[in-house]
C-alpha cells in the first residue's frame, strides 16, 4: 500500500514538473515573439503586400426577426486565419511548442465592422477574444457575437414567406490592395447552430467582394418561416368566421337576433385586422396578401350587414304595400318558377275586384314580402358561400406557392 502511494505521488510530481515546464515555455515563447513587436501595424513583409485573410463563418443562432422593425438579431462567429511573419518560432528549441494562446491586444488582428449594423457600430468582439499562433507564424482568431442588421422584409405571403437578409462586413480604414477577405466556404458551417421555433434557415451563403475598392465580406441568409402557428391562430379563425358569417340569413327575422349576429362578425373581423397588421410592417411595398384577404372578408362582413337590413326593413312591410314587378320576376327567377306569376298587389275599388284580390291573395304563386325575404336568403346564402369558397381556395393556393 506504501509503495503505491509513493507511486502515486511521484507520478503527480512528474505531471506537476511537465506542466510547469510545458508553462514556463510558453513564457519564453510569449516574451520571445512579443519583444519588439509593433502591433500598430499591417503584418507584411512589404507595405505593397496584401496580406491575406481566411475566414470561415459559423452560425449559432438566429434569436429574432422583427418584421415590424425591420432587424435580424442572429449569433455569427468568424474564423479568421492570417500569416503573421514576426511571430515564428523554432518549436525544437522550446520543447516541441507548436502553439500558444493569447489575448488578441497582444498582436495586430482586423477590426471588422458590420456595415449593416442597426444598433451600436463597434468592432465584431471588441477586443475581448484570444488568438492562437503556431510556429510558423500563422494566427487564428474567432470573434463572433450577437450581429442585428436592418433587413427589408417581404411579407407579401406571411405566414408563408421566405426573407432574404445579410451582414457586410468590412476591416475598417483598410483597401483591398491592403488586405483580402477570402471565403474558404461557400456557406455557413451549422455544426453548433440552434434551432429557432420561429424561423428555419434554408439557405445561406459566405462570399468576398470588391465595393469600391473596399474588401467586404458578404454573409446572406435565407430564412423560411414556420407558419403552423399563424395557420392556427390566425388563417383558421379567419375562415372559420368566414363560414359563420353568411349563416346569419338562416335565422328567423322574428328572433330579432339577425342585426347583432351581423354586428358581432363585423366586429370580430375588425378585431382580427388589428391583430395580424400588429405583427406587420407599416409598409405598403409589398402588402402582405393576408391583409387584403382579411379586409375583404370585412367588405363582405359588411354587405351582409347592410343585406340584412334591407331584408328586415321588406320583411316588416305592411301587406298592404305593393311588391314591385321587377322585384316579381326577380323572384320568379331566382325560385325557379318562371315568369308566369301574378302581377303585384295593385289598391282596387270594388267589391268585385277586391274579391278577384282576394282570389289572387290566396292562390300559392302570389309573390308578396315575406316570400321575397325568404327567397332572397336562400340566394344571398348560397352567393357568398360559393365566393366564400372560391375566394379562400384561390387565397390559400397563392399563399402557399413559393
Known sequence: MANRVYVFFVLFSCFRVADFAASTTQKDIYTAITSGYTKEVRPVSTANSVLNIEVMGYLLAINDFDEVAGTL???????????????????????????????????????????????????????TFKVSIMFNGDVQMMPGGIMKVKCSPDVAKFPFDVQNCSLEILPWMYMANDILLTAVAAELDYTYYELNGEWTVTKTELRSINKNGYPFLT????????????????????????FLNPLVFILPCDCGERSGYTLTMLLSYTVFMMVINASLPQTSSPMA????????????????????????????????VPVPLWLVRLINILSCSGYRKVKPEVAVVGDAENM??????????????????????????????????LGTIIATVYLSSM
Open 73 to 127: 438579431e442572429s449569433v455569427i462567429v468568424l474564423g479568421l486565419k492570417w500569416k503573421d511573419e514576426a511571430l515564428i518560432w523554432n518549436a525544437s528549441t522550446y520543447n516541441n511548442v507548436s502553439y500558444i494562446i493569447i489575448p488578441q491586444s497582444k498582436v495586430w488582428a482586423p477590426e471588422l465592422f458590420n456595415v449593416k449594423a442597426a444598433d451600436t457600430f463597434v468592432p465584431i468582439g471588441s477586443g
Open 219 to 242: 454573409i446572406s441568409l435565407m430564412l423560411t418561416r414556420l407558419p403552423l402557428y399563424h395557420i392556427v391562430n390566425t388563417l383558421i379563425p379567419v375562415y372559420f368566421l368566414g
Open 289 to 320: 396578401a393576408l391583409s387584403f384577404v382579411t379586409f375583404g372578408a370585412l367588405v363582405f362582413s359588411g354587405w351582409i350587414a347592410v343585406l340584412n337590413c334591407f331584408q328586415l326593413r321588406m320583411y316588416h312591410r305592411e301587406d298592404d
Open 356 to 389: 278577384q284580390v282576394s282570389r289572387v291573395n290566396k292562390d300559392d304563386n302570389t309573390v308578396d314580402w315575406k316570400r321575397v325575404v325568404d327567397v332572397l336568403d336562400i340566394f344571398y346564402l348560397k352567393f357568398i358561400y360559393i365566393t366564400f369558397t
